[in-house]
């Protein structure tokens, strides 16, 4: 099944402890992107990748990292998380990233305490 | 930085009644994109309009797009219960490459 898997589902951590959420797609798709949702702020994007080894900022880089070492997965890094990156968190995906439909993750809550 | 922007912000009706949602943007867009979120799960994409688009239907779905008022509309007829979700509209900039920017949802209440 052509699928975004995104793990973990959940997830508690505390002020500065360093945590990765992963994201893989199955559809050999070109383009990834992360975004997190908030409350009255909808969708804003944080990072997106065109391919591998290519990475670009969105909206809301800052306090997280990238990487795209291969084309199926793009993890999202919070190198040292803080409570206002508190969110849910999606990761989608696109054969090119040229103006196609997303398909997205089923989500990552992450509460930082 | 938030593009389209989504009216009503929620709309509740019975089941069986048409529901309405408008999205407008401020700049030139390739296409429109319409996505349905089921309580906190991933978005599903829903219909695709180009901009030289003027109409597109899709089941009970029917989106329409005015780029001169730089506005679009999603129409669900007969809704159900199973449609009670949030709807996101997202452009695509004209910009050379894929930057896609979502509003900020309508929130639907389909009642039985």
């Known amino acids: 099944e052509a699928q975004v898997t995104q793990n973990p589902r959940y997830l508690i951590t505390v002020t500065g402890k360093k945590l990765t959420v992963t994201c893989s797609q199955n559809m050999n798709h070109e383009y990834m992107s992360w975004y997190r949702q908030d409350p009255g702020l909808g969708l804003r994007q944080i990072y997106y990748s065109m391919n591998v080894e290519v990475t670009d900022k969105g909206d809301v880089p800052e306090g997280y990292k990238v990487s795209r070492k291969e084309k199926r997965n793009f993890p999202l890094i919070l190198e040292s998380p803080s409570p206002n990156q508190t969110s849910l968190y999606f990761c989608?995906?696109?054969?090119?990233?040229?103006?196609?439909?997303?398909?997205f993750g089923s989500g990552t809550q992450l509460s930082v305490l | 930085s938030q593009q389209g922007e989504e009216d009503p912000q929620a709309l509740s009706i019975q089941e069986g009644e048409n529901a309405t949602m408008n999205c407008s943007y401020k700049t030139s867009i390739n296409n429109l994109q319409w996505y349905r979120q089921n309580s906190g799960r991933g978005l599903v994409h829903l219909i695709l309009?180009?901009?030289?688009?003027r109409e597109k239907h899709s089941g009970r779905l029917r989106v329409t797009l005015d780029t001169s008022k730089k506005s679009s509309s999603l129409l669900i007829t007969a809704s159900r219960a199973a449609d009670t979700a949030s709807y996101f509209c997202?452009?695509?900039?004209?910009?050379?490459?894929?930057?896609?920017?979502f509003g900020k949802g309508t929130m639907l209440l389909v009642s039985p």
């Open positions: 989608a995906s696109s054969p090119t990233g040229l103006g196609e439909k997303l398909f």
């Open positions: 309009i180009r901009s030289n688009e």
């Open positions: 997202a452009t695509d900039l004209n910009s050379g490459y894929s930057t896609l920017t």
